[in-house]
């Protein structure tokens, strides 16, 4: 009787460590206007699909492990092709917290003129400034520095606290790109807030897609670029970041509890207009495109304030 309890809690075990550690090749956008996004689904031809007969949006919860395996178990066949080119908005609403590592690539800490920092530099950006990867980006009133940063952006699928490094690929659901742009006189010279520079309405774009962690093989391995109006000014790869992707999440889960659907900003490399000489902002009507191998990438036009 013993043995066949402890072969029935055994197996019980074994179904629970599959649906924690359950991976699934899923990517996923939210398209239509602003305010009436649906969630949908990109197919193995690059087709988007619909995916409301399915889920009605995707929210933290949609971002589990036994709820992307379900989703990637679906027959994408039997769901509509959407026609046309609709708008993408964010991929994954009811986004708690926008978190954001600074300095975290080594050339970027030295155009900067900063030393390496010891330990992941946090901020945060404020959830009002998201914004989905072509939308506009809103120059704020009496913002004269307005800069660009290509990020590698970290969607956090489980509630993480206190997290080792070895473990932190279990509370990841996937991957996005994220462009964290900035207002670098706010940032700097008004109070020393990082936050005041950062969180300005638009200043958070994010997507297009939502990438499954299964889709990237090694996350500390792809080329992240930038440009403007045309030119190239960012080509990094987030090999080179001072903290990695395990080391962020597993810090931060020390100081925060980590919550699905919250989401990290992973640092810049080199190439932003505030470490050019002399320095190049960006003004109304310069057209930013920013990228993430195997994320996708995003477009925005710059607008003067209103």
């Not at 988007?48 to 992307?68: F, Q, W």
């Not at 708690?96 to 030295?110: Q, V």
């Not at 320095?279 to 495109?289: A, H, M």
């Amino acid at each position: 009787m013993q043995k066949q309890k402890l072969r029935a809690l055994g197996i019980i075990f074994l179904l629970t460590a599959a649906i924690n550690h359950a991976t699934a090749d899923v990517t996923l956008v939210r398209f239509g206007p602003e305010g009436e996004e649906k969630p949908g689904i990109i197919d193995s031809e690059g087709q988007l699909r619909d995916l409301s007969s399915y889920v009605s949006e995707i929210t933290p919860e949609t971002l589990s492990p036994a709820s992307l395996e379900a989703i990637a178990e679906l027959t994408l066949e039997d769901l509509p092709v959407v026609a046309g080119e609709p708008r993408l908005g964010v991929p994954l609403t009811g986004i708690g917290k926008i978190i954001a590592i600074g300095f975290n690539y080594i050339n970027h800490a030295a155009e900067m003129e900063v030393q390496l920092p010891e330990e992941p530099l946090t901020f945060m950006k404020a959830t009002s400034a998201l914004t989905g990867p072509f939308d506009q980006i809103i120059q704020p009133r009496n913002g004269q520095k307005l800069d660009y940063e290509a990020e590698l952006v970290v969607v956090i699928g489980r509630r993480a606290q206190y997290i080792t490094e070895n473990d932190v690929f279990d509370y990841i659901a996937g991957y996005t790109v994220g462009h964290d742009v900035s207002e670098r006189a706010f940032q700097r010279e008004r109070g020393g807030q990082f936050t005041k520079g950062k969180s300005a309405d638009t200043f958070a774009p994010v997507g297009p897609y939502f990438v499954s962690t299964d889709q990237i093989e090694d996350i500390q391995a792809l080329s992240i670029w930038s440009e403007v109006n045309g030119e190239m000014r960012q080509q990094g790869n987030t090999a080179d970041m001072v903290f990695g992707v395990r080391e962020i999440v597993s810090h931060l889960s020390q100081f925060m509890t980590l919550y699905p659907g919250d989401i990290i900003f992973t640092g810049t490399p080199a190439g932003v207009g505030d470490g050019m000489d002399p320095p190049q902002y960006l003004r109304p009507g310069d057209v930013v495109r920013i990228g993430v191998e195997g994320l996708g990438e995003q477009r925005q036009v710059i607008a003067p304030p209103r």
